[in-house]
């Protein structure tokens, strides 16, 4: 069963940086299409940024130039270093594993979510 733990998530100032960190366990992560996804107060869960095992990332238009996707197969980790956050960042960050494709449509898998707030 593959688990996901996320963690780096936090208090921080308009124009600051967080780095949130997902670790992977239970599978072979390099078939498997990581994730970031974020949920604001009152608002849907979004996807924010993907990465596949060979590194092509997908970014959300709103964090486009500001965040950066990466990860290490031989650490299977993911992270996502979140530059000039601004107030309209602040959400609970979901990591999430998506292995549809190599495992079959059970494969979607999603971390507890951690909180970052985004406050002056």
């Known amino acids: ?9 936090g208090l921080v100032q308009p124009g600051g940086s967080l780095r949130l960190s997902c670790a992977f366990s239970g599978s072979i992560f ?7 996804y974020r ?17 092509s990332t997908n970014y959300a238009d709103f964090v486009k130039g500001r965040f950066t996707i990466s990860r290490d197969n031989a650490k299977n980790t993911v992270n996502l270093q979140m530059n000039s956050l601004e107030p309209e960042d602040t959400a609970v960050y979901y990591c999430n594993a998506d292995g549809r494709v190599a495992a079959g449509p059970g494969a979607d898998y999603w971390g507890q979510g951690t909180q970052v707030i985004v406050s002056s």
């Open 1 to 9: 069963q593959v688990q996901l733990v996320e963690s780096g998530g």
């Open 30 to 36: 390099s078939i498997y299409v990581m994730g970031w």
């Open 39 to 55: 949920r604001g107060p009152g608002n849907q869960r979004e996807q924010v940024a993907a990465i596949t095992s060979d590194g």
